[in-house]
């Protein structure tokens, strides 16, 4: 199954009074590359999360967002820190009763006491499990995302091989009679032009411009170009970069059969084949 790199999930749990919400996007690149937007406090789950990304994914620029928040059915309940508390009261009055004119703090300056305030939240350790769970329930759904593109996209591609297939074999029967053609009109024009020169020497010129201009060959390998851009379809998995070097080639060949051609057909042909081949290139590069 051939899989695009364009892809996006998104899974959300509840665990004790809090949300994770964990969403992973994804778009082409030509490696594996990785970034992550993590909550401060969810900050040690990033290895593992790297981890497990890594397994499943082997091409594509991935973003991982994940947060956490309190429940909307169960709001955190705070707690102020007893012992921060009293270990703050014993400061104050120590600086007090040296500064007997320095103002004490205010209430709000106690609540934004770095730890004062607690909270029921669950531990990091408690909810790592959880975070496992939501980013193998978000990779499948990743991957089946990217697998429905990567299906439309085998759709698109193999029209466009159908194609010029089509062309091919439509041109292939040509072949010898362009070949001819154009050599009785070369032929007649270098008799014209070299009445001096012997029979013999004009059709050896005329053979060997013949020669040039044969492009059976070019026929034949961009069959078998098309034939392993099927087979490799057909084979799934990451196929992307060896469908980029065969879009290489395929435009190499139709490059040169458009430089070779003799005849105006197979100029169009060329010119066609170059048309679907930059189609199927673009789509090439959003496969994993």
Known sequence: MIHSMTGFAVQTRDLDGVRLHLELRSVNSRYLDLAFRIADELRQAEPVLRELIAAHLSRGKVECRLTVQASDAA???LALNAGLLEQLCEVEAAVRARLPQAAGLSVAEVLRWPGMLADDSPAFDAMQPAIVEL????LAELRATRRREGEKLAVMIRERTARMRALVTQLAPRVPAIVAEYQDKLLTRLREALASV????????????????????????????LDEVDHILAAGGAAGKRLDFLMQELNREANTLASKSAAADLTGAAMEMKVLIEQMREQVQNIE
């Open 75 to 77: 709001p955190r309940r």
């Open 135 to 138: 980013a193998r329930a978000a």
């Open 198 to 225: 012997d029979e013999d020497r004009i059709r050896q010129e005329v053979a060997l411009f013949a020669q040039r201009i044969d492009v059976a060959e070019e026929l034949s390998r961009l069959a078998a170009h």
